[in-house]
Nanobody
Framework: QVTLAQYGGGLAQAGGSLTLSCRPS????????MAWFRQAPGKEREFVAA????????RYGDSMKGRAAISRDNAENTVYLRMNKLEPADTATYYC????????????????????WGQGTQVTVSA
């Protein structure tokens, strides 16, 4: 059984930082592309960042570009999303996702591009 267990999140003040982590289990390992999406109430789920398998090449969406950093520790089989300079508009449920695509695949930025999803973790940023 494949699961993507998410940790972190919670409440932060504007201008602050938070780090989310995602630890897959089952057959998902360093050979998988990993990504973070987020979904605010009443809005569609949007791409935040992705990181390639093994080498860890990142790719960022526009929503948090310059304020987020995605990384992975293959030894721990864990992916991180460090979010800085948080804004109230960053309030959303954040989801970890995994698939076998290459980082250059156009579907990397689409929710339909991923076979596996985490349960989501809430991030709330207060003004």
């Amino acid at each position: 059984q494949v699961t993507l267990a998410q940790y972190g999140g919670g409440l932060a003040q504007a201008g602050g930082s938070l780090t989310l982590s995602c630890r897959p289990s089952g057959s998902i390992n360093s050979r998988y592309l990993m990504a973070w999406f987020r979904q605010a109430p009443g809005k569609e789920r949007e791409f935040v960042a992705a990181i390639s398998a093994a080498a860890g090449t990142p790719r960022y969406g526009d929503s948090m570009k310059g304020r987020a950093a995605i990384s992975r520790d293959n030894a721990e089989n864990t992916v991180y999303l460090r979010m800085n300079k948080l804004e109230p508009a960053d309030t959303a449920t954040y989801y970890c996702a995994a698939d076998t695509k290459l980082i250059t695949d156009p579907q990397v930025i689409l929710t339909t591009g991923y076979a596996y999803w985490g349960q989501g973790t809430q991030v709330t940023v207060s003004a």
